[in-house]
C-alpha cells in the first residue's frame, strides 16, 4: 500500500507563488511515476502535471505550461509542485496521485491519491 500527503497549500494574491509538497510512503520501494490534479469547486479533476519515476520526464497541462514545474527527490520520496504566476483560476484542490498505468493525463491510470492541499488564489 502506498500513502500519500499533500502539504504547502493556503492563500496566495494572483502572480504570486506556492510550492505544493507530496510525500509518499509505503511501498516506496517501487518508484511510481507521479502526477498532480486539481479539482475546482463544481468541477470535475483535472490534470495539471506529471513526473517519470526518475525525473527525467515531464508532462504539463497546457493551462499551467510555463509557471508550474514539477520534480521529485527519490531520496526524500516528495515530489513538488512549483506554482509562479498564480491566477485566480487557479484556485482549486491540488492532489497528488501515483500511476501504475499507462496514461500521465488519465484520472483512472492512477491509482494511489492523497486528500488534497487547497490552494486559492485572490485577485
Known amino acids: 500500500q502506498v500513502q500519500l500527503v499533500e502539504s504547502g497549500g493556503g492563500l496566495v494574491q494572483a502572480g504570486g507563488s506556492l510550492r505544493l509538497s507530496c510525500t509518499v510512503s509505503?511501498?516506496?520501494?517501487?518508484?511510481?511515476?507521479m502526477g498532480w490534479f486539481r479539482q475546482a469547486p463544481g468541477k470535475v479533476r483535472d490534470f495539471v502535471a506529471a513526473?517519470?519515476?526518475?525525473?527525467?520526464?515531464?508532462y504539463y497541462a497546457d493551462s499551467v505550461k510555463g509557471r508550474f514545474t514539477i520534480s521529485r527527490d527519490n531520496a526524500k520520496n516528495t515530489v513538488y509542485l512549483q506554482m509562479s504566476s498564480l491566477k485566480p483560476e487557479d484556485t482549486a484542490v491540488y492532489y497528488c496521485?501515483?500511476?501504475?498505468?499507462?496514461?500521465?493525463?488519465?484520472?483512472?491510470?492512477?491509482?494511489?491519491w492523497g486528500q488534497g492541499t487547497q490552494v486559492t488564489v485572490s485577485s
Open positions: 513526473i517519470n519515476w526518475n525525473g527525467d520526464s515531464t
Open positions: 509505503g511501498r516506496t520501494s517501487s518508484l511510481y511515476p
Open positions: 496521485a501515483a500511476r501504475r498505468g499507462a496514461n500521465y493525463a488519465t484520472l483512472s491510470d492512477y491509482d494511489y
